[in-house]
Antibody, heavy 116, light 108 residues
Framework: EVQLVESGGGLVQPGGSLRLSCAAS????????MNWVRQAPGKGLEWVSY????????YYADSVKGRFTISRDNAKNSLYLQMNSLRAEDTAVYYC?????????WGQGTLVTVSS | EIVLTQSPGTLSLSPGERVTLSCRAS???????LAWYQQKPGQTPRLLIY???SRATGIPARFSGSGSGTDFILTISRLEPEDFAVYYC?????????FGQGTKVEIK
């Protein structure tokens, strides 16, 4: 069974940093492209970042470019999102998603709240 | 960046009705990357349709997708009680993915 389990969310002050992790199981993690998608409270879905299987190709949404860094460790079956210079508008549930035919599996998400 | 506009914003319908949801792109989209998702309250999004018209694993046949270029449609042939949810379209282009703002299908 495919499982994606996010962790690392929490309350952080504006300007602070957080590192999100996503533990993958039930499939060959190294064979799949991965993404982070977020959803602000009561709002729609926003794609955040993409990484290919080997980590050599990375894309970011303009809203997070220069502040967030996506990475993966295929040996540990894990995906990461380093978030720096956090703003109130980054408050959202962050989902780890697997890409095959678009985003076919989603984790349950981890809530990031940016507030003083 | 390609902008996806979904309409209507909200649909109020009864079980058994046919539903047609629209997703219009600001420029032509590669149909291979056009997808639809369903999200129920408190749940994660679920992939329904990929490649504009292919059903994802386990998705009932009452869900179908069509369209090309800038206009795409998600059709639910006969609404079941479990289909009341928010539906999002999504596309990939120019090294980024974008979602529409969503259409809420609610019980009338």
């Amino acid at each position: 069974e495919v499982q994606l389990v996010e962790s690392g969310g929490g309350l952080v002050q504006p300007g602070g940093s957080l590192r999100l992790s996503c533990a993958a199981s039930g499939f060959t993690f190294s064979s799949y492209e991965m993404n982070w998608v977020r959803q602000a409270p009561g709002k729609g879905l926003e794609w955040v970042s993409y990484i290919n299987t080997g980590g050599s190709t990375i894309y970011y949404a303009d809203s997070v470019k220069g502040r967030f860094t996506i990475s993966r460790d295929n040996a540990k079956n894990s995906l990461y999102l380093q978030m720096n210079s956090l703003r109130a508008e980054d408050t959202a549930v962050y989902y780890c998603t697997r890409r095959k035919y678009n985003f076919d599996y989603w984790g349950q998400g981890t809530l990031v709240t940016v507030s003083s | 960046e390609i902008v996806l506009t979904q309409s209507p914003g909200t649909l109020s319908l009864s079980p058994g009705e046919r539903v047609t949801l629209s997703c219009r792109a600001s420029q032509s989209v590669d149909s291979s990357y056009l997808a639809w998702y369903q999200q129920k309250p408190g749940q994660t999004p679920r992939l329904l349709i990929y490649g504009a018209s292919s059903r994802a694993t386990g998705i009932p046949a009452r869900f179908s997708g069509s369209g090309s270029g800038t206009d795409f449609i998600l059709t639910i042939s006969r609404l079941e009680p479990e289909d009341f949810a928010v539906y999002y379209c999504q596309q990939y282009g120019s090294s980024s993915w974008t979602f529409g703002q969503g259409t809420k299908v609610e019980i009338k």
